[in-house]
């Protein structure tokens, strides 16, 4: 006995088989395109570039360490005061905000998202980070402590050097920010993908729908029909 030739995970030909559907494109789903590519490239050269915005908004924004000198040392003006750690967080807040804006951007100019989006978005805000740490940290006061205190002399208050106590934190701030409010953006409010199509056997209805009587004739109403006359009599 000869085995059948028609592989056993294949319908039979069967008139309630619809044909089988197109298969799908690629492997894995649709592949990344140079054109989604060179989105994600431009999300994150303008990422970068508004780093530099977000350098001048912290050396603006943020609290000053006072400083001061005695001729022969630079102490703290204000050993007790919460202005180094008031910097980081001015700059983590200034991130967060940066990085919301950045996926809110993306979100409503493609709104089908993609994974080099996503990555973009991610990579701009690192190098949009680090260039506002060094915009903030360039523009500053000098970092060079002792020669200021020198340049301004004895029992003269001048500022520190604006720096980043939490740097690697911070950091992260503008990229996290970015990749939750997108990804909740398009939870949220993105496209939907379609429904798979059934294909298989046609299948009955569970849920017929009632079909309607037909209406009987009317039955002869025997009082409206005329009484037959009796004929004569045969003999």
């Known amino acids: 006995m000869t085995a059948p030739l028609t592989p056993p995970h294949q319908p039979p030909h069967d008139s309630d088989w619809p044909p089988p559907p197109p298969p799908p494109f690629g492997p ?25 915005v977000l350098g001048l908004l912290w050396l603006w924004l ?31 807040l200034l991130a967060l905000a940066f990085g919301a804006v950045a996926a809110l951007v993306v979100f409503l100019l493609r709104r089908e998202g993609g ?29 060079d402590v002792v020669a200021h205190a020198k340049e301004v002399g004895p029992e003269v208050v001048f500022d520190a050097p604006l720096e980043l106590n939490m740097a690697a934190a911070a950091m992260l701030a503008w990229p996290l920010a970015a990749m939750i409010v997108h990804l909740a953006l398009t939870a949220l409010f993105g496209p939907r993908d379609p ?10 209805n569970p849920h ?7 209406t009987p004739d009317p039955q002869p109403n025997p009082r409206s029909q005329p009484n037959p006359q009796p004929g004569p009599k045969s003999l």
């Open 208 to 214: 017929p729908q009632p079909q309607s009587n037909p």
């Open 28 to 52: 894995a789903g649709d592949p990344i395109t140079a054109a989604e590519v060179l989105r994600g490239g431009v999300v994150a050269a303008v990422s970068t570039a508004a780093g530099a």
């Open 62 to 92: 943020a609290p000053r360490v006072l400083l001061i000198s005695d001729g022969k040392g630079v102490y703290l003006r204000d050993s007790e005061g919460e202005s180094a750690i008031g910097a980081d967080g001015t700059f983590v």
């Open 195 to 204: 429904e798979p199509e059934y294909w298989g056997p046609h299948q009955p």
């Open 115 to 143: 994974v080099p989006l996503v990555i973009g978005l991610a990579l701009g805000g690192v190098l949009g980070s680090l260039l506002a740490w060094g915009v903030g940290t360039y523009f500053g006061p000098t970092r």
